[in-house]
C-alpha cells in the first residue's frame, strides 16, 4: 500500500507544480504584458525586443499590425498592436504541443468545447466560425467592463486558440481586418 500511497503524493505534487508554472491569460493580459501598454513598454516588462510578423499578409497596416518576441522564443504567443498599444493577445499551439499558458478557469489550448461551456455556461456569447461551418464556432467571455474579454476559437469541439483584450481587437476574425 505504501508505494501506491507515495506513488500518488509524487504525481500530485508534480501536476500542482505544472499548474503553478502556468501563466494566465486574463482580460487584461498575460503577465508582465497589460492590454493598453505601448510596444516600448511591453518591451521593457518582458525583458525582449518585440518584431512585427509578416507585414506582406494583406490585412497589416502602420495602424494595426501583429508582432511576436524577437528572440524566437514563445511563437505560440503573438501581440496585437492597434494605433500603437497592445489591444490583443492570441495564444496558440506551438510545436504540436499547448503553450503552458492558461485562462483563470484552467482552460487552455487543446482544452473541450463542452469544458468551456461547464465554466463559463450563460456568460458566453456563441458565434459560428466564419470560416469553418459546422466545424467550428468563437465563445466569447466578455469582462464585466464590458470593453475587454477572452475568446476561445473552437474547432471540432476543441480549442485551439485562446485571445485576450479589449472586445473590438478579440472579435477580428483577420488578425486586423
Known amino acids: 500500500m505504501r508505494p501506491i500511497v ?3 503524493l509524487v504525481w500530485l505534487c508534480a501536476a500542482t507544480a505544472a499548474v503553478a508554472a502556468d501563466q494566465v491569460l486574463t482580460f487584461t493580459g498575460l503577465q508582465p504584458v497589460k492590454i493598453g501598454m505601448s510596444v516600448a513598454e511591453a518591451e521593457a516588462a518582458l525583458g525582449y525586443k518585440l518584431k512585427p510578423l509578416d507585414t506582406s499578409d494583406l490585412v497589416s497596416t502602420e495602424a494595426c499590425w501583429l508582432t511576436e518576441r524577437a528572440d524566437g522564443t514563445q511563437h505560440a504567443l503573438t501581440y496585437m498592436v492597434r494605433n500603437g498599444k497592445i489591444s490583443r493577445i492570441d495564444v496558440w499551439e506551438e510545436d504540436g504541443h499547448p503553450a503552458d499558458i492558461r485562462s483563470r478557469a484552467g482552460l487552455r489550448i487543446g482544452a473541450t468545447e463542452s469544458a468551456v461551456m461547464d465554466a463559463h455556461g450563460k456568460a458566453l456569447e456563441i458565434s459560428g466560425h466564419p470560416h ?14 464590458k470593453r475587454h474579454g477572452l475568446l476561445f476559437e473552437i474547432v471540432r469541439g476543441k480549442v485551439v486558440n485562446l ?8 472579435r477580428l476574425t483577420e488578425t486586423c481586418a
Open 6 to 8: 507515495w506513488t500518488v
Open 163 to 170: 485571445r485576450s483584450g479589449e472586445l473590438e481587437s478579440i
Open 132 to 145: 469553418l461551418g459546422e466545424e467550428g464556432r468563437y465563445l466569447l467571455l466578455p469582462a464585466s467592463d
